[in-house]
């Protein structure tokens, strides 16, 4: 039987040894930036909290203890100031994305995974023609059809079963938009509604999500376990992706869709090839539809549970739209202030996301005063910088009048990082904006809502996990009822 002090062995744990000593010494680049130790040896701490979903969590409390600037792996430093937020993600310099992004088996190039920027920008200019304000108008008559779908099942669950959950049933919706706004309804079929996900497609993204959140700290093992036989079903998610874009390809469009602006370019605008299809495909049902079902879930939670919001806001939208049967233009919501006010700060305190990983380039750069060498990981913490005292005073409390200023709604009051930042930003924050504002004028002038008896907001909040995607351990459970004006 082999021993530890077998030869293999010997050098084996001789060589951990010496990196675990290279790690904290002095002849570390990273030598001198505050982290717990265990964190500076090894990427296992972080990954422990990665798979409990309370990463968020911890990266704030260890900032708090350590300072500005945190070590959080052997090779990842982590900050919380608005200068860093501009030297990684902000400025012409804008960092590139980290190897944190290769993390995934389907074939072809899609616009998340690209991780440099010179071969960013041309696939950024086809997606960006899909979110072009004539985009964007056509899209709000299909989004209205799907709330208008929500609206009827969530009063017949209601019916049916006595109250109805928010965390399972917004998601469903958030799918069923993208497939109508950007696939023509063409992804899956009955809508995700309408089946109450007999597939589970929701927990299938979310899990695959997930998996990236996971493997980007362990990625390694990622690029091991990717060759063994049968891990593809692990990607089941993958393979859904890759068949809504064969039957898009296949059915076409009757309107003028989202994926229609990538497929078919004006003049000599570039188009989309069809075979990085399936993989952008995967990003849109994903980065459409788990953010806004995670974001309209938050945003719920808070208006249900700060009243003297929900009624203001009805009263608000009473004022400007006060009949129930409006169906006109959505233009005017991007003019009230209290509306914006709320969707905004839904997306300061719904975002319990980790850093998003940049690289530091060869030459190294200075952030906060400190040097740093190339091929250093360096981020952000939303969580941790929406809930800076700082930035946000008393940051716990929801307080959509912190965006507002002089009876308007003012975005740059502060600095979010819900969507990003820089060249690599969320391509699709117009949309998400829209989506939110459609969701929340339709369900409250058309419902009337009551939390279910026993909510607990505490254990709500306090069920909140991010691996990366964002999933809720409690339910969400209303009362759903058309409104009595
Ligand atoms: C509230 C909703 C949303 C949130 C919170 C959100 C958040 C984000 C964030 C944080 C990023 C940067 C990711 C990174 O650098 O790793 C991102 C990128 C992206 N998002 Fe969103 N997103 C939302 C809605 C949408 C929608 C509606 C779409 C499309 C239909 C979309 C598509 C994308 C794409 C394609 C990227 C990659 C952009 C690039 O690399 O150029 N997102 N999003």
């Known amino acids: 039987?082999?021993?530890?002090?077998d030869t293999p062995y010997l050098y084996a744990c001789i060589a951990v040894f010496l990196l675990i000593l290279y790690r904290v010494s002095p002849f570390h680049p990273l030598y001198g930036i505050p982290g717990?130790?265990?964190?500076?040896?090894?990427?296992?701490?972080?990954i422990f909290f990665v798979l409990r979903g309370t990463h968020h969590r911890v990266v704030r409390e260890l900032?708090?203890?350590?300072?500005?600037?945190?070590r959080i792996g052997p090779n990842t430093v982590s900050f919380t100031s608005l200068s860093a937020i501009t030297k990684i993600y902000g400025s012409s310099q804008a960092l590139e994305k980290t190897s944190a992004y290769d993390l995934h088996l389907i074939k072809g190039e899609g616009l998340f995974f690209i991780k440099e920027k010179a071969s960013h920008i041309p696939r950024r200019r086809i997606w960006n023609r899909s979110f072009s304000k004539e985009?964007?108008?056509?899209?709000?008559?299909?989004?209205?059809?799907?709330?208008e779908n929500l609206v009827y099942w969530l009063v017949e669950?209601?019916?049916?079963?006595?109250?109805?959950?928010?965390?399972?049933?917004?998601?469903?919706?958030?799918?069923?938009?993208?497939?109508?706004?950007f696939f023509s309804g063409t992804a899956f079929h009955p809508s995700l509604l309408d089946s109450d996900d007999k597939d589970s497609i929701v927990n299938e993204a979310s899990g695959y999500f997930g998996a990236f959140g996971f493997f980007s700290h362990a990625q390694?093992?990622?690029?091991?376990?990717?060759?063994?036989?049968?891990?593809?079903?692990?990607?089941?998610?993958?393979?859904?992706?890759?068949?809504?874009?064969?039957?898009?390809l296949e059915k076409g469009s009757p309107m003028r869709d989202g994926i229609s602006y990538w497929l078919e370019g004006e003049d000599d605008q570039p188009t989309l090839a069809?075979?990085?299809?399936?993989?952008?495909?995967?990003?849109?049902?994903?980065?459409?539809?788990?953010t806004i079902g995670a974001i309209s879930t938050f945003l719920f939670y808070f208006l249900l549970t700060n009243q003297k919001w929900l009624i203001a806001l009805r009263e608000e939208l009473d004022h400007i739209l006060p009949d129930e049967s409006f169906h006109g233009t959505f233009g005017i919501l991007d003019e009230l202030p209290l509306l914006n006010a709320i969707i905004q700060e839904t997306l300061r305190l719904g975002t319990p996301m980790p850093g998003l990983p940049r690289l530091v380039p060869k030459g190294g750069i200075t952030i906060d005063g400190l040097h740093f060498p190339g091929g250093t990981c360096v981020s952000v913490p939303a969580w941790t910088h929406h809930t800076d005292k700082r930035y946000f005073p008393n940051p716990y409390e929801f307080n959509p009048e912190r965006w507002i200023e002089g009876g308007k709604f003012m975005a740059s009051r502060g600095t979010i990082l819900t969507f990003g930042g820089g060249p690599f930003n969320c391509v699709g924050s117009k949309l998400a904006y829209l989506q939110l504002r459609i969701l929340v004028v339709l369900l409250l002038l058309h419902l009337d809502f009551t939390l279910a008896e026993g909510f607990d907001p505490a254990k709500f909040w306090g069920g909140i996990r991010n691996r990366r995607a964002t999933t809720f351990l409690e339910p969400l459970c209303i009362k759903a009822s058309p409104r009595k004006i």
């Not at 900032?63 to 945190?70: E, F, I, S, V």
């Open 1 to 5: 039987m082999a021993s530890i002090t």
């Open 36 to 46: 717990p130790i265990l964190f500076q040896i090894s990427e296992l701490p972080m």
């Open 63 to 70: 900032h708090q203890k350590y300072g500005q600037a945190l």
């Open 135 to 147: 985009a964007l108008e056509q899209y709000q008559h299909p989004i209205a059809s799907q709330v």
């Open 157 to 181: 669950r209601t019916k049916t079963n006595g109250s109805i959950d928010l965390v399972k049933i917004l998601p469903q919706y958030a799918y069923d938009s993208t497939n109508s706004v």
């Open 220 to 248: 390694p093992f990622f690029h091991i376990i990717k060759h063994l036989p049968g891990i593809s079903t692990f990607f089941k998610f993958e393979a859904f992706a890759t068949e809504a874009a064969r039957r898009r």
């Open 274 to 290: 069809h075979k990085d299809l399936p993989i952008e495909s995967a990003t849109l049902l994903i980065g459409g539809s788990e």
